[in-house]
């Protein structure tokens, strides 16, 4: 049997996620952190327990999770739903209420991948030349296709930077009203490295607002957990149709751990965001190498002939992710240890040297 015709179509079409697992000395392409969030006095005694339980289900709630989330936010566990990563928050967000979905490009690719495996009709509309949202092209777009649901990335990944505030708040107005009618999921992943926290307290005010964030960029990919905030009639809708026990026990446990004790945490933060200076400041001062600013844990910069240095970065041990199939010759780099930063501006320079 031929299996591929037995596909449904838009699966047939699509293609997978892919992630390098290129074996490098300085991985810097996929926006984790440098620092575990988990400090070693913490880890063994604390799990001893979870793991003498391995034989139960986890908690499919993940009440503890959620109350501490829920405490430090100050909304209620009622507000937040857990998933294993944002990834899959993504997918049940858009399986719950279906498309048209709409974003800007260049933006996280599982809005599109997720749309399609969905079968929904999904509307990528191209940023403005500062990144920023085009307000002419997104209203349009609204009231073109009247997407059910509009995911926007702030900061944005791979550009770096926050969208205006003013040009969501204005999205989520021109959404909550009666002739637009569309959810706006404001993903802020890259949140803890921008500082900014303007879309939680609207909550209040727009029902049709979605807060989405992830333990992911903090020190905790391995773990797989995000979470979305949002009003209890959204929260509980989603919750219909998510996995009874999408989030493992030792997630849970581990996550639990990093939030009650949040100082490795924090000390990661503070860390990148100081190194992404530094490093946004190198590469300014590198000859044909144009950094663009950043409010995330990554640097996008331009660089002629991207596709063979990101080739040649790899070579020397760097492994970047190449951008140049969405951005015109683009690299993006996560910010590493000084010592990993250090590596990769050798190399780079190196590089363009000869
Ligand atoms: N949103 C954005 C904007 C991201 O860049 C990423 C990770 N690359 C995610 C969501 C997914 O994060 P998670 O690891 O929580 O699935």
Redesign the pocket.
């Known amino acids: 049997m031929d299996i591929r015709k037995f596909v449904r179509p838009n699966i047939r079409s699509l293609k997978a996620y892919h992630a390098e697992e290129i074996p490098c000395k300085v991985k810097v392409d996929a926006?984790e952190s440098p620092y575990s969030a988990i400090s070693n006095q913490q880890s063994a005694i604390s799990l001893e327990k979870t793991l003498q339980a391995l034989n139960r289900y986890p908690d499919p709630e993940a009440k503890v999770f959620r109350r501490l989330i829920a405490k430090d936010l100050h909304v209620k566990p009622e507000n937040i739903l857990h998933g294993n990563?944002?990834?899959e928050l993504i997918y049940y967000v858009i399986t719950t209420f279906g498309g048209p979905v709409l974003y800007p490009v260049p933006a996280?690719s599982m809005y599109g991948i997720i749309s399609q495996a969905l079968n929904e009709k999904k509307i990528g509309i191209p940023l403005d030349d500062n990144f920023d949202l085009d307000m002419g092209k997104m209203l349009g777009a609204m009231k073109q296709h009247r997407p059910k649901l509009i995911f926007l990335?702030s900061p944005n990944?791979p550009t770096g930077n926050c969208f205006s505030t003013g040009k969501i708040l204005e999205i989520i107005k021109r959404a909550s009203s009666v002739r637009h009618q569309s959810l706006v999921v404001v993903?802020e992943?890259y949140q803890p490295f921008s500082g900014k926290n303007e879309f939680l307290p609207m909550m209040d005010k727009f029902n049709n607002l979605v807060v989405m964030r992830?333990l992911?960029k903090i020190g905790l990919?391995g773990l797989?957990l995000?979470f979305l905030i949002a009003g209890e009639e959204i929260i509980n809708e989603v919750n219909k149709v998510r996995l009874p026990f999408n989030v493992n026990a030792l997630s849970q446990a581990v996550a639990i751990m990093a939030l009650k004790n949040k100082n490795p945490v924090r000390a990661n933060i503070a860390s990148v965001i100081s190194q992404r200076e530094a490093l946004r400041t190198a590469l300014d001062n590198i000859d044909g190498i144009t950094p663009y600013p950043s409010d995330a844990n990554f640097i996008l910069f331009s660089v002629a002939g991207a596709d063979r240095i990101y080739g040649r970065l790899l070579r020397k041990g760097v492994l970047v992710r190449n951008m140049s199939g969405v951005i015109r010759d683009c690299l993006r780099v996560t910010v590493g240890t000084p010592e990993e930063n250090k590596i990769f501006l050798k190399a780079l320079k190196d590089i363009l040297r000869h």
Request: proline share 0%.
């Open positions: 926006n990563g944002s990834d996280f990335s990944n993903d992943a992830t992911s990919a797989r995000g």
